[in-house]
């Protein structure tokens, strides 16, 4: 049997969804999710504990990388 070695475990999560969401909470789930944000996201960006704010304008360039970096997200 061939395994698949495709990580399925998901890096982040992204909450916050509907028409009108105007801001989405990108949460890190794995130390490897902790580091990419060190790499790509501000200091200065707003936080909820470890969750970062995120507004709807910047959240799809920002999943794009996420993916692009070989991470998962749920």
């Known amino acids: ?5 495709r990580k399925t ?10 028409r009108f969401c105007t801001v989405y909470l990108l ?13 790509h996201i501000p200091e200065d960006a707003q936080r909820l504990g470890a969750a970062i704010a995120v507004e ?11 993916v692009a970096d070989g991470l998962v997200l749920a």
């Open 1 to 5: 049997m061939i395994q698949s070695s």
């Open 9 to 18: 475990t998901p890096d982040f999560s992204i909450e916050g969804e509907g």
């Open 56 to 66: 709807h304008s910047y959240i799809g360039a920002i999943a794009e990388g996420i």
């Open 27 to 39: 949460r890190p789930l794995t130390p490897a999710a902790f580091d990419w944000i060190e790499e």
